[in-house]
């Protein structure tokens, strides 16, 4: 019985994490995961079955770690949106491969992965609405305001996540946007008259 080694397993993730970023995973190849992690093809089907499978190896760890930013972390409970957004860009900073894999997968996961960051962004919203601004959230009528807010944010966001930004780029690109949604939310708010 051969043993697998980690060592091995760590190339041929490495060498997934940038062809799933550059390809996608539909134009993704094994072949090229395999002579990229400088191992023969059927010794990448040693340790992952398929690409699919391999995808979840790379995927479902940052997937577990979104989870847990976003139910222990990104709460706008007692933090100021300066905050926030610092720890926004901290994580996307962190985990900027992942995410243009998320972005360039198209898989049902993507969707599924929009889905939850929609649900957790727009619940956040409408709770620090409610809290700082009562007044207006007993205005808004429309039931899919929050989420449309933070449907928008997130597909606003996926648009400027590139694989060619500097790190630099990428930060500034991160502020302005959040900058955008989410800075000057009293002043935003406070002039929101819909009577």
Do not use: C, W
């Amino acid at each position: 019985m051969q043993y697998l080694k980690k060592e091995i397993r760590d190339r041929i993730l490495a060498a997934a994490v940038e062809e799933f970023k550059e390809q996608g995973y539909a134009d993704a190849s094994i072949r090229n995961i395999a002579n990229n992690a400088e191992i023969s093809l059927g010794n990448v089907y040693r340790y992952f079955t398929n690409k699919e499978a391999l995808y979840f190896a790379v995927i479902d760890p940052f997937l577990e770690n979104v989870k847990k930013f976003v139910g222990n972390d990104f709460a706008f409970e007692e933090k100021t949106m300066k905050e926030i957004s610092e720890m926004l860009i901290a994580f996307i900073m962190q985990y900027n491969d992942e995410l243009l894999i998320i972005r360039k997968g198209n898989t049902v996961h993507y969707e599924k992965f929009v889905n939850y960051i929609v649900d957790v962004i727009s619940d956040n919203i409408k709770e620090m609405v409610r809290r700082v601004f009562p007044e207006i959230d007993d205005k808004i009528q429309n039931p899919d305001f929050y989420v449309a807010i933070a449907e928008g944010f997130l597909s606003s966001f996926f648009k400027i996540l590139k694989d060619d930004d500097s790190k630099e780029t990428l930060e500034r690109k991160a502020r302005e946007l959040i900058t955008f949604y989410f800075g000057h939310m009293k002043d935003r708010f406070r002039h929101f008259d819909i009577d």
